[in-house]
């Protein structure tokens, strides 16, 4: 699914030239649900924008699903983020005027033909995330934890190969945090790739594999042993509050 | 739900998110619209009056006009103008073939009048019969000058309303007798009212017959000027050389020598009568243009920090799939929306406001179908034109970076 090869990034300020990215080699294979962690400044964020076909690296090669990306014009990268991803931000990122409903249609607005059942999906993918009974709610009206869902029903709504996930438990309370793992938990086990940054080590070890990043170079590689099940967590927690 | 109308609804909740910076750039078109509207309002309003004017004066498109005195039509031609137009230039002309009517006059300079204790000063002008038609001017009372005063050079007057409300007031001028100058004069009818037309009192006039005015009131037999009517309005311009030709011969002018008598025809006339008017419109149009450049500006520098403001937004749709024209299309999208509702803003205020002017000031104006057309180009204009930099700008944002 993802395979990049000696993926290198320097941002170039005036003369200063920073390099972020030293060479990242790495395959992701569908079904996978990676976190990559790394202290801040460890380059992580600038590699998931990089899978995210947010931004180009400066050398390397990425192909994605098999097409070499790296060639791809500005408007091809917009339609395979249309098409093939979706993402959640850690601020949410939802658009601030408009409804729950109309914030999970956006994708459909770029998607170049709007669906004839849009409005079907958009309500099916709020309510995967627990959300039908906030389809006219605005941000503004919501918890932070229905916001994030809310972004996740948007990632999802076009039926993306792979979600990308940047510290999506970042701004949010321990239970709200739980609730949404526990969400990318089940869409993991109904089979979707999932990347997702985070340097929280709780968060990594809920997910399958993770991916260490220090100093825009992998230093470590592998499997979670025993991933924690955020769902007991989060009902441990209920139990403890009672 | 189609496409079209999602991007629609995009740019209004968009608009309406950002209402107050919307209102703002809303305010200089809106001002800058209404003041061409009021402009085209009242350019459209005098040319109608002027028309109307003309069609008083029975000023058709099938006669013409021919002043004693040289020059052209508009410039000042010197307060002693040489009266040079004689009865018998008249009568050559009615002569020409295709000319219908002549209808001389003869204006005598501002004379005292007076009629028992009191007295007024007024113009005096000599007129024949044809006169009062050619005018579309009627007695309102007794009877107007007749073939038999021109024989007769009588000393008969016909009175505007103004004079007989100075000399006679409430009284019944009819048969009474008034002194123009020293000479007695009989009164034999009143000509009804025709108001005044800018400064000057249309009502405030005597005439008497053209031959009294030559040979009693004034010490040549020259007449001021007369009005030439024609079979059709096509033969204007081959009757105006030819009258052109009889006049230079009858005033033995040699080759070289200017006219010295002015044709004007009633489109010359129009012409100077509308470009005072027309002059001011265009000078007014160029400035609520300038105003209408200047919210242009407006409009850009404020959708530019809108821009800066919602570029998370941007970052946004990016992430999801839009394409950097998608977002061009939607911020031009909203400037065209926001300069279309400002231009209609202004454009109601604008009827309004000529609407107010007509009925407080008494300006006329009128309905003008180019300052309509006028008003809503130039706010799309200025929309699309303002819009271009904010919405490069957007589109132009690095998604990564308008996502921090």
Redesign the interface.
Same mark, same amino acid.
Do not use: V
């Given at each position: 699914m993802i395979q990049l090869k000696g993926i290198t990034k320097t941002y170039y300020r005036g003369k200063v030239e920073t390099p972020v990215l030293l060479g990242i080699d790495l395959h992701v294979r569908e079904g996978e649900f990676l976190a990559i962690m790394g202290p801040s400044g460890s380059g992580k964020s600038t590699l998931l #924008?990089i899978l995210?076909l @947010?931004?180009r690296p400066t050398g390397g090669s990425y192909r994605l699903d098999g097409i070499e990306v790296s060639s791809l014009s $500005? $408007?091809e990268l917009?339609?395979l983020?249309?098409?093939k991803l979706g993402?959640v931000?850690q601020?949410f990122? @939802?658009? &601030?005027?408009?409804t729950a409903l109309?914030n999970v249609?956006? &994708?459909?607005?770029?998607?170049g #033909?709007?669906p004839a059942d849009?409005?079907e999906q958009a309500r099916r993918a709020l309510g995967r995330v627990g959300l039908e009974h906030r389809l006219h709610h605005r941000p503004g009206e919501m918890s932070g934890g229905e916001c994030q869902r809310v972004a996740i029903a948007?990632a999802l709504v076009n039926d993306p190969e792979v979600i990308f996930a940047d510290e999506p438990t970042g701004n949010l309370d321990q239970r709200s945090s739980l609730e949404i793992i526990s969400i990318l938990q089940g869409l993991h086990a109904e089979g979707r790739t999932i990347v997702l940054v985070t340097h929280d080590t709780a968060v990594g070890c809920m997910c399958r594999r993770l991916l260490r990043v220090v100093y825009g170079k992998v230093v470590s590689d592998e499997p979670v042993a025993d991933p924690t099940v955020a769902l007991q967590q989060l009902q441990t927690l209920k139990e403890a509050a009672k | 739900m189609s496409l079209a109308w999602r991007l629609l609804k995009t740019a209004v909740i968009s608009l309406w998110a950002f209402r107050s910076y919307a209102a703002l750039m809303m305010i200089g078109l809106i001002i800058g619209i209404a003041s061409l509207t009021v402009i085209h309002q009242i350019g459209q309003g005098a040319q109608q009056a002027v028309s109307a004017r003309m069609t008083s004066m029975g000023f058709g498109a099938d006669a013409f006009y021919i002043s004693s005195g040289g020059g052209r039509l508009g410039v000042r031609r010197g307060m002693k103008r040489a009266v040079t137009l004689t009865p018998a230039d008249a009568d050559a002309i009615s002569r020409l073939d295709g000319v219908t009517h002549v209808v001389p006059h003869k204006n005598v300079a501002r004379t005292q009048v007076s009629a028992g204790g009191n007295n007024t000063n007024t113009r005096v002008r000599g007129a024949t019969p044809g006169w009062a038609a050619a005018r579309n001017w009627a007695v309102l009372m007794g009877r107007f000058v007749t073939r038999t005063d021109i024989g007769q050079s009588a000393r008969v007057a016909v009175l505007g309303t103004t004079v007989v409300r100075e000399l006679f007031g409430e009284a019944d001028p009819m048969g009474k007798r008034i002194r123009i100058g020293r000479t007695p004069f009989i009164v034999i009818g009143v000509l009804e009212s025709k108001g005044s037309s800018g400064w000057r009192d249309r009502d405030d006039l005597i005439l008497v017959p053209l031959s009294t005015a030559t040979k009693r009131l004034s010490r040549d037999d020259k007449i001021s000027g007369m009005r030439v009517t024609m079979t059709d309005a096509s033969r204007v311009g081959e009757i105006k050389a030819e009258v052109t030709n009889v006049l230079r011969e009858n005033h033995s002018l040699g080759p070289g020598v200017p006219d010295d008598f002015l044709i004007i025809t009633p489109d010359e006339l129009m012409k100077l009568l509308t470009r005072q008017s027309r002059s001011l419109v265009a000078m007014l149009t160029f400035v609520s243009a300038v105003s209408l450049f200047v919210s242009g500006v407006v409009i850009m520098n404020i959708m530019l920090v809108a821009v800066s403001e919602r570029a998370y937004e941007i970052g946004v749709r990016r992430a999801v799939g839009a394409r950097r024209r998608d977002i061009l299309y939607q911020i031009l999208m909203e400037s065209l929306m926001v300069a279309a509702a400002g231009g209609v803003c202004g454009l109601f205020l604008g009827l309004l406001l000529s609407y107010l002017a007509t009925w407080l000031l008494a300006i006329p104006t009128a309905f003008s179908p180019t300052g309509f057309l006028w008003a809503l180009g130039f706010s799309a204009g200025v929309g699309l034109l303002f819009g271009v930099a904010p919405a490069k700008k957007a589109a132009g944002l690095n998604p990564v970076e308008a996502l921090r």
């Open positions: #924008h995210g @947010l931004d $500005d $408007d917009a339609r983020r249309n098409d993402f931000f601020a990122h @939802l658009l &601030p005027k408009s109309d249609l956006l &994708p459909f607005t770029y998607a #033909h709007f849009a409005q948007r | -």
